[in-house]
């Protein structure tokens, strides 16, 4: 997915003459800690609430302050894993999205971030979670996948952890069967090591409840 998909214009730009107050309104109202400066669909900048309480006189138009902004960004065109990147990087609650002319076309906001891998990851789905612990030598997803699928099953999603300290690698499947007893014994046929699994019944509701939390969190 490209970031010109997940682009939203719910929340607005600042100008360079709004206020410092009115940039806290809106971080409140919008549950962000960081606000885009755009004038004629020039990015200037994010500026932060860190930034506006610094400021001596907040109720004066931005523009009148020697702000420093920093200028994080995606063009509409990058894998939506350069936001990621960028939001990890610099602990960013949104981040402003250009076109290949450099005009300001919106954001990508933290929760609408979370919302997307959250739905690639299938985590509303019914299923069944198999974690694999594998030599990097011997991880063949061509072979995983065709060991579920001849137990009549299919993958909804996966994401594979590499283990810097070791030459071992940890895939984590998620099913949409919830009786997976017939793919571990598959596994172990194939002796590939289960390292560990969890059927819907334990599983989703801890990780709804999880991610529920997360979103109230950035709601606050």
């Known amino acids: 997915m490209l970031a010109e998909e997940l682009i939203t214009d719910t929340i607005p730009p600042l100008k360079t003459s709004d206020s410092g107050i009115k940039a806290l309104h809106w971080m409140d109202e919008f549950r962000v800690s960081h606000l885009p400066i755009v004038n004629h669909n020039e990015f200037l900048g994010l500026v932060s609430d860190t930034d506006i309480l610094d400021l001596n006189a907040p109720e004066e138009a931005l523009g009148n302050h020697p ?30 999205v250009l076109d290949a002319d450099n005009n300001y076309l919106g954001n990508i906001s933290l929760r609408t971030l979370v919302e997307h891998f959250a739905a690639t990851a299938s985590v509303q789905n019914p299923g069944g979670i198999i974690v694999l612990e594998l030599n990097q030598n011997d991880y063949s997803l061509a072979q995983i996948s065709r060991i579920v699928e001849e137990n009549d099953t299919k993958i909804l999603s996966l994401s594979l952890n ?33 390292k560990a699994t969890f059927q819907q019944s334990e599983f989703s509701e801890d990780l709804r409840n999880r991610f529920d939390m997360f979103m109230n969190y950035i709601n606050m």
């Open 162 to 194: 590499n283990n810097e300290d070791s030459t071992m690698v940890e895939l984590t499947i998620k099913v949409n069967r919830e009786d997976i007893r017939s793919i571990l014994a598959s596994f172990a046929r194939y002796n590939i090591q289960v």
């Open 67 to 96: 702000l420093t902004l920093i200028r994080p960004f995606v063009y509409a065109t990058e894998h939506i894993f350069e936001v990621l990147k960028l939001v990890a990087k610099m602990n960013l609650t949104l981040v402003p």
